[in-house]
């Protein structure tokens, strides 16, 4: 049975028994009678697939999954907030299981980025009982399916031994789940502190916003990006589950318990110092004096990690300087903290439109104090992070540096929740959906390469035949689309200021708009926007972009998708690491040839060629002189009074990074 076979199989069976333990009386007669229609309107549609480009037994998971988590949401909404049947802990256990059941389908794609590398720390801690990793890269292939050599600036020991830059606490967590089924088991105990983190989500916003139906936050926050990590080897979950824990705990009540989670966070990665830190320094700062003791009990508690690491295998694991914001590098700052927000491919806007809209409402308004003490730890860590140019997370699924504020996010989009009308509720749904449906059906497509596409408009791109993924902004590759989002979301940020100051709600308060900790309804004026406006301006938008997507841009990428290769590679090579890094592009040596739609009249050709090069544009010869690739150089040209254009390389080796209009 293949391991598609076997998750939708387990999800058949969580989807049919489960709801019996939630759902209750007339809630679980509606829903069986429900489930029973639905269940007959797929076999129908399902026999009828050959009309559809739907065969793929990938995608039938991915929707079923996706459509059978709704269901069980909206019948979980009407069950009363203060019911067992909602209780965080049934539904963490419910999300564990979820997780668990799609790991034979998500495992068929071979693990990949840094998630290797944890795999063979754990197998060196299993077998041989050292950090000494020398075997395991010899015996990669068989391990975790392919060759694996260190990353740069991995610790080498003074007898040669080869050890990873990667903190070993994970590996260590791993350790059972590995010893009895290898890389399914260490995925598997990801999978459980998956589980674990829907739950001190769920717990944290029902503590932060007591009339809250967390049931309707459960979709959203088991989606995307969660659900991206919670069946993956990385540390991103398990570090969000003991932030969330902290913030839980930041009274102080259980000392020992908050002190616990900033050590293992810390100690999962050094980098989330940064937040535990800061945190502990709020929590200081707002506690009164009999705290101190148990305040001097928790920062000798956080010792620990840093003793561990500066200690253990003689400094093998040093601390690395991290880029710090100055005006030297703020377009690196602007960059990566934009790219956070909307970047099409690893932004918050297209990978979890909801957690953006959270986030976006939280900068006007007080929602909770969880969310402004876990602000404000949070800000040190993204003063550091946002410089950098791996901001994007590199070779892993997006959003890989923000998973551990899902707490934050949560308590956020739980806040939106409680404002928004049945549309609103219903858009954030379907686009959630739809990502949860891509990530489970196809997983390779989540680790994206980062060359300034997305994953959408390369199949807008290849599929309309035109150039549109230069209409959705990219922060990997700057455009015009980035620079229009960076000025509106900084409007629409101080117009829900402005409008906050003057008493008005710009989101429609429906019967769960009680301000948390108030005892009556907020008293302040909304508005609301008219229903039909939405869906027509949605259209005209729609239109306006197929319209500009069909004209040719004034920048071609040569290693862009609706660019036709004939013959060729890319460039830098597809797995490189740290590709981001490089300037790509499209190498041509001779016959090989790229047929492209690019406005006609003067342009620019950008390119290196180690001994130059002979290419032809639409008949046209070109020489192109020598040019070390470190030191790229243009090319006047002049294209054609036509759309189509066809480049070929008659002599020679050259790399062309991009034509330009003049």
Known sequence: MSGTALSFAGAVALFSLYPATLLRDETLRRYVVFDLAASVASLLFFFNAAHFALQDPDWWLAIFVVAKMAQLSIFLGRIPVDDRAVSPRLLGFFATLLFVILLPHILQSPIDGDETHYVLLTDSLVRDHDLD???QYAESTRLVGRPIEGQSGDPIGANGELYSRHEPFLSILLIPGY???????????????????IFSLLSLVSEELPDFKTAVLLPF??????????TR??????????????????????????????????????????????LLFIVVALSSRRDWKR?????????????????????????????????ANFASAWRGAAGLLFDAQAGLLFQAPLLFAGLILACSRRTSQAL??????AALYLLFLIPRSEWHGGWSPPLRYIVVFMPLFAIAAAAVLQRLRLAGLTLFALLTGGLAIHGIAQPPHLFHITNGESELGEVLSTHLYGDFSRLLPSLIRPNAAAMICSILVVLVVAVLIAARRRGISPLPLGEGGRRPGEGVMAQSRSFSVPAPLLPAALSVLLVGMYACGSRPGPIVQLEDAHVQHNGGRLYPEHFIVARFRFQGGWTLTGGDQAAFHARSGRSRLYYFADTGAVVAVDGITLRLPAAQHDKWKSASVVLPEKTDHLLRCVEGEVTIDRIEHE
């Open 133 to 135: 990793l020398r075997n």
């Open 179 to 197: 010893a009895a089924l290898g890389t399914a088991g260490a995925a598997a105990t990801i999978a459980i502190f998956g589980g674990l983190l």
């Open 233 to 278: 080897i990385w540390p991103e979950v398990p570090a969000a589950f003991c932030f969330s824990q902290a913030l839980r705990h930041r009274h102080l009540r259980s000392p020992v318990r908050f002190g616990m989670y900033l050590v293992l966070l810390c100690a999962l990665k050094l980098r989330f110092a940064l937040i535990a830190i800061p």
């Open 372 to 377: 402004s003490v876990g602000s404000a730890s």
């Open 295 to 327: 305040i001097a009990l928790v920062g000798a508690l956080l010792t620990i990690p840093f003793a561990g690491l500066l200690l253990f295998d003689r400094g093998v694991f040093s601390v690395r300087p991290i880029d710090a914001v100055s005006a």
């Open 221 to 230: 926050i088991i989606g995307p990006p969660v659900l991206f990590y919670a």
